[in-house]
């Protein structure tokens, strides 16, 4: 998969010196839009910056200016998807509106976000008929140890780590629980539960059986 990054989980990963989950986890690239490194990161995330521009020049990150995405020939695809998502979301966050907009303007099936308010993308992408699939930092770690990448105890381990990092108090429990409401019982579109139905006879392994055993340690 392919994902854009949000400017929070950005700065979420990399204090956590956990980066590499992104890169590991999204195996065809992650991306950002000139907006997110150039302004958000400079004032949100000045402590993250400098692994950040490494990554970039590294080609870890692939970083989408203007004038690459004129160059694409998708500037005007670009410009028109910011309009009509800065109408939605509002112009309090444009890092998530730019995070958005890259995503569908390059077809990327991803965005990583862990701003989860009413109204913002995570939560709006859920009930609108989207090719985009919205990810938390958590349902990041909680689809890596699915998949067999790591065990129980290291998903506690990692989501403890960004948690406490970034100070955002959040509880595993409760994101295993909203991530079972997603994606099992009671979905929002019909897509996330074919989607993880898939995943889990790709990687051969039992949604229920994984998720009982992450929830013992919580």
Do not use: C
């Not at 910056?49 to 670009?78: C, H, M, P, W």
Request: proline letters at 1%.
């Amino acid at each position: 998969m392919r994902a854009s990054l949000d400017t929070n989980v950005i700065i979420h990963f990399y204090k956590a010196g956990l980066q590499n989950i992104l890169f590991e986890f999204f195996d065809e690239g992650v991306f950002i839009y000139e907006q997110i490194r150039n302004v958000e990161l400079e004032n949100h995330g000045q402590d993250v910056i400098t692994q950040v521009d490494s990554d970039i020049a590294s080609g870890r990150i692939e970083l989408y200016t203007n004038q690459k995405l004129r160059d694409l020939q998708v500037y005007k695809v670009f410009e028109n998807n910011v309009t009509e998502n800065r109408n939605l979301y509002g112009t309090g966050d444009l890092g998530e509106v730019y995070a958005i907009s890259l995503a569908q303007t390059l077809g990327a099936y991803s965005l990583v976000t862990d701003d989860t308010k009413q109204g913002g993308p995570y939560m709006s992408l859920l009930q609108f008929e989207d090719d985009i699939m919205p990810f938390t930092f958590a349902d990041v770690l909680i689809l890596r140890y699915l998949i067999g990448a790591v065990d129980e105890n290291q998903t506690v381990k990692d989501f403890n780590l960004i948690n406490n990092s970034s100070d955002l108090n959040w509880s595993l429990r409760s994101q295993v629980k909203k991530f079972i409401k997603r994606f099992i019982k009671d979905t929002y579109r019909s897509e996330d539960s074919e989607w993880i139905r898939k995943l889990s006879e790709a990687y051969n392994f039992s949604i229920k059986a994984k998720l009982t055993a992450l929830s013992k340690l919580l």
